[in-house]
C-alpha cells in the first residue's frame, strides 16, 4: 500500500509541477492522514528560483512519464501530452506511436493543433517546436495509414525558424482524425 500511495504522490506532484493539475485541490482517494500528507499545495517560488524549479518540474515530469511507460499507463501518457516542455511531449508521441494507441489519435490531433499557436523563446524553441509537429504528424500517418500533404514539405524543411501549418493543410489532418473517429466511436 505504502508503494502505491508513493506512486500517486509522485505521480500527482509530475503532473502538477508540468502544469497537468492543479495543485490547489488535489486529492488522492486515501484516508484523511494521507491525503492530507500528499495534497499539500506546492508554494509559488521566487523570480531566483524558477530555474532550478524549472528543472525539477522537468526531472519530475520525466520520472512520471518513465512510470507510466512501465506501467503502460497511456492516461498519464495521453496527459502528458498537454505538457509545456516539448521533450516530454516529444516522448509522449514517441510511445503512443510504438504501441499503436489508436485512442490517442484524438489527443495527438489536440496536440498538433494547439502547437501551430507562436511560441516565444527563440530559435531553440520554435525547432523543438517544428520537431514537435513533424512527430506528431509521423505519428498520426502511421496510426491513420495514410499519408498527409504536409508531409513532403515537413520532410524538405531545414530552417530553424517555426512554419506553422496552412489552415489547409491543418484542416486535412482534423478532417481525417474525424472521421477517424465517427468509423471507430469506441476507440
Not at 74 to 93: E, G
Not at 94 to 111: H, N, R
Not at 121 to 133: A, D, M, R, W
Amino acid at each position: 500500500m505504502n508503494g502505491e500511495i508513493m506512486r500517486d504522490a509522485v505521480v500527482l506532484i509530475a503532473l502538477a509541477s508540468c502544469g497537468l493539475l492543479s495543485c490547489t485541490g488535489a486529492k488522492i482517494d486515501r484516508t484523511p492522514l494521507e491525503t492530507s500528507v500528499l495534497a499539500k499545495p506546492t508554494p509559488t517560488p521566487s523570480a531566483d528560483d524558477n530555474g532550478a524549479v524549472l528543472r525539477s518540474n522537468v526531472e519530475a515530469a520525466e520520472a512520471a512519464l518513465r512510470q507510466a511507460f512501465v506501467e503502460n499507463d497511456i492516461k498519464t501518457v495521453r496527459a502528458a501530452l498537454k505538457s509545456q516542455f516539448f521533450n516530454i511531449q516529444m516522448k509522449a508521441v514517441q510511445f503512443i506511436t510504438e504501441k499503436m494507441d489508436y485512442g490517442s489519435i484524438p489527443d495527438l490531433a489536440t496536440c498538433l493543433k494547439r502547437n501551430q499557436l507562436v511560441i516565444s523563446g527563440g530559435s531553440e524553441t520554435q525547432q523543438e517546436q517544428n520537431e514537435l509537429s513533424k512527430a506528431l504528424v509521423d505519428s498520426l500517418e502511421q496510426l491513420l495509414g495514410r499519408t498527409f500533404s504536409v508531409s513532403k514539405r515537413l520532410s524538405s524543411e531545414t530552417q530553424s525558424g517555426y512554419n506553422p501549418f496552412s489552415e489547409a493543410e491543418l484542416e486535412e489532418i482534423l478532417n481525417a482524425v474525424e472521421s477517424w473517429k465517427s468509423q471507430n466511436p469506441k476507440k
